[in-house]
């Protein structure tokens, strides 16, 4: 229902449930093969509302360090970033609630660095949605747009890390026949959080983005 009606927060509900469950080395490829379904589901809507040309820098900046967040999965501790991660994206959330709004450049340089920022932490953590999130919700677009963005910008990210991940072994039977299980629920909550997002206000949306990557940062410190 979050994905559904946010455009992004799976992987920062799923990881920690699922890194105990299969071990932190298949969470990440099971959840990225999972968002395959949901961005079928939420892309034709998304689409047209996105700001192509903005999220062109992101892309930019994220699809050269994806692999190497992949290729870093095996060597760094998954868990220590996730941990710094998430004490980044409180103090942001917390500043945002307080009032605070990015005010400073919005640039392709930002969007490339934040991108690869986001790249880098997909590829060995799973968690690549805080830094492009909280650029989006900082800002003054209305939440369709925001959520156009946010869709269009993980939906292009799966496409692209699942060869990476297929590539260095880390798709096996077991991650697909685990996919083939557990992604059916997954749809069902994507398709009624899709109903709840329309109609709903800038303020509903903010505040259902700052929630979920608060839920998420903490999840992941305890985690």
Not at 88 to 116: D, E, H, K, M
Not at 136 to 156: C, E, M, Q, T, W
Request: glycine share 12%.
């Amino acid at each position: 229902m979050i994905r559904g009606f946010t455009g992004f927060g799976t992987p920062l509900f799923l990881a920690p449930t699922y890194a105990v469950l299969f071990g932190p080395a298949a969470t990440v490829p099971l959840i990225i093969l999972q968002e395959i379904g949901a961005t079928l589901l939420t892309i034709r809507d998304a689409w047209p509302r996105a700001d192509h040309r903005e999220m062109s820098g992101f892309l930019l900046g994220c699809i050269p360090t994806m692999p190497i967040g992949a290729a870093l999965l095996g060597i760094l501790d998954p868990n220590l970033v996730k941990k710094v991660m998430s004490f980044i994206t409180l103090a942001f959330v917390a500043a945002l609630w307080s009032g605070w709004r990015y005010r400073g450049p919005r640039t392709a340089p930002v969007r490339v660095g934040l991108g690869a920022l986001s790249g880098l932490t997909t590829g060995l953590a799973g968690i690549g949605g805080p830094p492009v999130v909280l650029y989006h919700v900082s800002g003054d677009k209305d939440p369709a747009a925001i959520r156009g963005n946010l869709v269009v910008y993980f939906s292009i990210m799966t496409v692209v890390i699942v060869p990476v991940f297929a590539y260095r072994g880390l798709v096996t039977p077991e991650t697909l026949w685990r996919c083939v299980v557990v992604t059916p629920p997954l749809l069902l909550g994507v398709a009624v959080g899709m109903r709840l997002f329309h109609g709903a206000t800038e303020r509903r949306y903010v505040n259902a983005a700052l929630l979920v990557l608060l839920t998420g940062a903490l999840i992941g410190l305890i985690g």
